[in-house]
C-alpha cells in the first residue's frame, strides 16, 4: 500500500503539466484544470490525507472504565487463600465444627453477606447433623 502510495506521488511530482498547474494553484492563480488534472490532484490529495493517521492516546491520558451496565464485574478470587480463611474460622470451633449460630462469621471469611449463612449451612448438610465439619464445607466450596 505504501509502495503504491509513494509511486502516485513520484509520478506526480514528475508531470511537469502538473507542476505547473500545482505552482500556479499554489501562487493563488484560479483557473478551471483540465479534466485530467482534476482527477490526479484529486489522487494526489487522497493520498495526502490517508499519511496522518490518528495517534493513540497517551497512556497517562487512559481513564478507568466507570460505567458497567451488567453491574462491576468481580474480582478475581484466589479459591485457596479463601478455604485458608475458612480453615481458620473453622479451627476456632470445637471439634472445628460449625453450627448454625457460628456460620455467620464462615459466611463472612468466604466473602459472602451474613444472610448467606442458613444456605451455606444447609448446601454443606448441616441440617441433617446440626452441624458442619470444615471437611463437608471445603469441599462443597470447592464445587
Known sequence: MRADMRLRDLS???????????ASLARGCDFVLPS????RLKAFQQVQTRKEEPLPP???RSIPTFYFPRGRPQDT???DT???????????FPHERATMEDMGRVAKACGCPLYWKGP??????GERT????VHKFVAMWRK
Open 12 to 22: 506526480l511530482r514528475q508531470d511537469p503539466d502538473l507542476r505547473q498547474e500545482l
Open 36 to 39: 485530467r488534472f482534476k482527477k
Open 120 to 125: 451455606l449451612f444447609c448446601s454443606a448438610g
Open 77 to 79: 478470587v484466589n479459591i
Open 82 to 92: 479463601v478455604i485458608a480463611k475458612i480453615e481458620r474460622t473453622f479451627a476456632q
Open 58 to 60: 497517551a497512556a497517562s
Open 130 to 133: 446440626g452441624s458442619v465439619s
